[in-house]
């Protein structure tokens, strides 16, 4: 599935979009904003934990998940996670704009890293970036916008599903639309099966359902 099928049926589930009519420029730029802004909000609360700044040591650190390690001034290693679980986000800050002299290396400690089997390295001064965790292909997949129409979403099939469900939802104002009860009905399923999916657990806690109220996200 990609970004512009995501946007024509949320608009056909507005009753915004004619079958066979594809969406026009401007309304898969805004399609293309709204849906990005959906997907910011999954972030620390459908997906994973918010991340909270870290202090890191001189030359290297190993992360922990829900970490958001501020890189000194010095050429610097930062570890992933070495179990993380599906969800789990971790971030990295050039706190001091310096990547480009001084390099900061991503160490992927056995999976993937941004779809490559190998370490990234950081070399750009500025390159602040969040991965979160996919465990159906064991990849940290850059936490980033879509960027064009044709872009591949990056959720697994039987979530990216949800997506126009939620896309809706949140874009029906803009339209002046009433939502069919089954389209709300259908977006409350999507806030569900990402937080099965990927929210944050205790230690203790096994990965059951999480129960929703209607239009309600989980607890933080």
């Known amino acids: 599935m990609i970004v512009a099928d995501v946007i024509s049926r949320a608009m056909r589930m507005m ?17 293309l904003f709204a849906l990005n802004t959906v997907k910011r909000n999954l972030f620390g609360s459908l997906i994973g934990q918010r991340l909270s700044p870290q202090p890191t040591g001189l030359s290297s650190q190993q992360a922990e998940a829900g970490g958001e390690y501020q890189i000194p001034a010095a050429t610097f290693t930062l570890t992933l996670p070495a179990n993380p679980r599906s969800g789990s986000r971790v971030g990295v800050v050039d706190a001091n704009r310096a990547f480009a002299l001084n390099n900061c290396t991503i160490a992927r400690n056995g999976r993937l890293l941004e ?6 390295t950081l070399t750009n001064s500025g390159d602040n970036r969040r ?7 064991g990849n940290w997949v850059r936490q980033a916008d879509y960027l064009t129409a044709q872009d591949v ?25 009433t939502l069919r009860p089954d389209i709300i009905a259908g977006a409350q399923r999507g806030e569900q ?21 209607p239009q309600q996200a989980p607890q933080r």
């Not at 099965?196 to 657990?201: D, F, S, T, V």
């Open 15 to 31: 009753g915004s979009l004619e079958s066979g009519r594809q969406p026009t420029a401007d309304e898969a730029i805004d399609g």
């Open 115 to 120: 779809g490559a089997a190998s370490n990234l």
């Open 131 to 137: 991965w979160w965790f996919r465990g159906d292909t």
């Open 153 to 177: 979403i990056d959720f697994p099939d039987d979530l990216a599903e949800f997506l126009p469900y939620l896309l809706a939802v949140a874009w029906a104002s803009e339209f002046d639309s």
């Open 193 to 213: 099966a990402f937080a099965r999916q990927y929210a944050r657990r205790g230690g203790n806690q096994l990965d059951g359902p999480v129960t929703l109220q």
